[in-house]
């Protein structure tokens, strides 16, 4: 059993920055794909960065040269760092690993956080 725990989300103004982190206790197969997801209110939940099990980084299209994805393997941690935030970034942001089925996006995942909630005022 995995157990994943976030960390670092808060409120900054657009135009901020915040770091996100994710540590798994438990075993972390390294094909497992990891990454975060956010819903929005009245939103459905989204993919925003993954690594998949091949270690290729992928990122949603809109958050593409604002976030960046890393990966500790000796901690077992995986960081999303947010920089430029927009008010449309505001949302509980998950850490997810082990894609069961379906794209990386949009999947179904075995392993979810409680969630980090994320608002950026504008």
């Known amino acids: 059993q995995v157990q994943l725990v976030e960390s670092g989300g808060g409120s900054v103004q657009a135009g901020g920055s915040l770091r996100l982190s994710c540590v798994a206790s438990g075993y972390m197969d390294s094909s497992f794909t990891w990454g975060w997801f956010r819903q929005a209110p009245g939103k459905e939940r989204e993919g925003v960065a993954a690594?998949?099990?091949?270690?290729?980084?992928i990122y949603e299209q809109s958050v593409k040269g604002r976030f960046t994805l890393t990966k500790d393997t000796a901690k077992n941690a995986l960081y999303l760092q947010m920089n430029s935030l927009k008010p449309e970034d505001t949302a509980m942001y998950y850490c997810?690993?082990?894609?069961?089925?379906?794209?990386?996006?949009?999947?179904?995942?075995?392993?979810w956080g409680q969630g980090t909630q994320v608002t950026v005022s504008s």
């Open positions: 997810v690993a082990n894609l069961r089925s379906g794209s990386w996006s949009r999947g179904d995942y075995v392993y």
């Open positions: 690594t998949d099990s091949d270690g290729k980084i």
